[in-house]
């Protein structure tokens, strides 16, 4: 017959056993919780620079903002990932770093705003092809796809510069270049917040 004490023992252990994967339970569905939420606000934040004030100019101030703002999000979610949290977070820290060049060098020309974008977009879709590399399933894809619409915005700021040298020079930044500067940011951070929601449904059910 087992001894009292034993046995008292050991069912203690068993009940720290389940208080302790209950906590673990309910701390991966808070992750998820709040890779969800900032899914959902990095997609504000690209709402937000798809109706920037198409002006002649758009305030260095304002797209720092929105870089910083979408870059510590980012830089939060990625650390709440189980999988790729260095890469996730380095990604983050990128985009805070070229708001705030926006912040500390404030333009009031037009291109001069267009390097520092086109350096963001290439450093992060380089970080994000490696995070895709290191991913399974969904979150791969969407890893991937978000990876690949950088590079290509990226690209097309590039091929667009010399036509757009021209229209400048010739008639000023026009609205609708504007416009078109302020939608790839949108692109960028809309893509972004839904692989954050993609990994926010995986962490999920990994918690199940």
């Known amino acids: 017959m087992e001894p009292y004490g034993a046995a008292r023992g050991s069912r203690h252990e068993k009940e720290l056993e389940v208080a302790t994967q209950a906590r673990q339970h309910w701390s991966e569905q808070t992750k998820a919780r709040a890779l969800r939420i900032a899914g959902f606000l990095v997609i504000l934040l690209g709402l937000g620079a798809a109706f920037l004030p198409a002006g002649k100019t758009i305030p260095s101030a304002m797209i720092g903002g929105l870089l910083i703002a979408a870059g510590l999000i980012e830089t939060l979610a990625g650390s709440l990932r189980r999988q790729v949290r260095g890469l996730a ?9 070229a708001g705030l060049l926006f912040v500390l060098n404030p333009e009031t020309h037009f291109f001069p ?11 992060r879709s380089v970080i994000l092809a490696a995070e895709a590399v290191e991913t399974r399933g969904s979150v791969r894809t969407w890893t991937a796809l978000s990876a690949g619409v950088d ?3 990226a690209l097309l700021i590039i091929t667009g510069l010399s036509i757009s040298t021209i229209v400048v020079s ?39």
Request: aromatic letters at 12%; proline letters at 3%.
């Open 89 to 97: 977070m380095a990604a983050g820290a990128v985009t805070a770093f």
């Open 113 to 123: 705003t267009v390097w520092p974008i086109i350096g963001w977009l290439l450093v």
């Open 151 to 153: 590079f290509l915005l």
């Open 170 to 208: 010739l008639f000023g930044p026009t609205r609708e270049l504007v416009a078109a500067f302020a939608w790839v940011l949108a692109a960028s951070f809309v893509v972004n917040g839904l692989l954050l929601l993609e990994v926010a449904s995986c962490e999920r059910d990994a918690a199940t």
